[in-house]
């Protein structure tokens, strides 16, 4: 259908026109995007058509826990190498949208824990607030245990998240691991959230509301020489499970 399509969008303007696609958010493989000139190159060829542009879009990475992307100057060398295949280049004009990739690290959540059950935490923010990514990212985000006083020297232990709202889908699997004596009152930081992070929040159930301040601090990695260049990831000691308990009963909200 490509094809067709770009042949009906060429004859409808002399302006502008061109190939669009998206690779996945969060690519951890820099040859995702030469394969995909690769089928934009063919679909122009097939119909017979030159294009003004081509956008490559996101999927540019950030560093997350377990989850150390290549250098950025991986996914520029195959995207340069793609485009320079494709019989259009001389004509067209390259474009591309990192988003992820430069602000991600730019920014945290701070959220309120409200009610703890178990290692279930109950918090003022979630997946209808400014943790939409968290919530929906198939991969976890780095959390610290923000408390007045002294730091905690308890152990860590697997906790999952759930939002303020009455909806199933506000709830967070993690693990997210933080000190064993986490509770009520206590803060907890929740990193790498500069991309989808307050600019998803909506005011579903009436929530929504958020402060934001700026302050000069580092962030939790970083891909640019900012912070260290990944995240430790708590590993269970040999023959351990970690298995979370399922909740019961219907959420409260401690108000």
């Not at 109950?122 to 985000?141: E, I, M, Q, R, V």
């Not at 007045?148 to 232990?157: Q, R, T």
């Not at 958020?210 to 590993?235: C, H, K, N, W």
Request: glycine share 10%; with cysteine; charged share 25%.
């Amino acid at each position: 259908e490509a094809p067709t399509l770009l042949l009906a969008a060429r004859r409808a303007t002399q302006d502008l026109m061109g190939v669009a696609f998206h690779v996945g958010s969060q690519c951890m493989r820099p040859t995702a995007f030469q394969g995909a000139l690769a089928a934009a190159s063919r679909s122009l060829v097939r119909a017979g058509v030159f294009a003004d542009v081509v956008d490559v879009g996101g999927g540019f990475p950030s560093v997350y826990p377990g989850m150390v992307p290549p250098n950025l100057s991986d996914y520029l060398d195959s995207i340069d190498r793609g485009f320079s295949e494709m019989m259009v280049h001389e004509t067209t004009e390259l474009w591309c949208e990192p988003g992820r990739a430069l602000v991600a690290e730019s920014a945290s959540v701070l959220t309120r824990v409200d009610l703890r059950k178990g290692d279930a935490l109950y918090l003022n923010d979630g997946a209808y607030g400014s943790l939409f990514d968290a919530t929906h990212a198939k991969w976890p985000f780095p959390v610290k245990l923000v408390r007045d006083g002294e730091a905690s020297e308890a152990p860590l232990k697997p906790f999952r998240f759930y939002g303020p709202t009455c909806d199933s889908l506000d709830q967070m699997p993690g693990p997210f691991w933080l000190p064993e004596d986490v509770g009520e009152g206590d803060y907890i930081e929740i990193g790498m959230l500069g991309a989808y992070g307050v600019n998803m929040a909506t005011r579903f159930n009436g929530y929504g509301d958020f402060e934001q301040a700026v302050v000069d601090d580092a962030p939790m990695a970083s891909m640019y020489g900012l912070a260290p260049r990944s995240i430790p990831t708590p590993r269970p000691e040999s023959g351990t499970v970690v298995k979370l308990s399922r909740a019961r009963g219907k959420k409260r909200r401690k108000k």
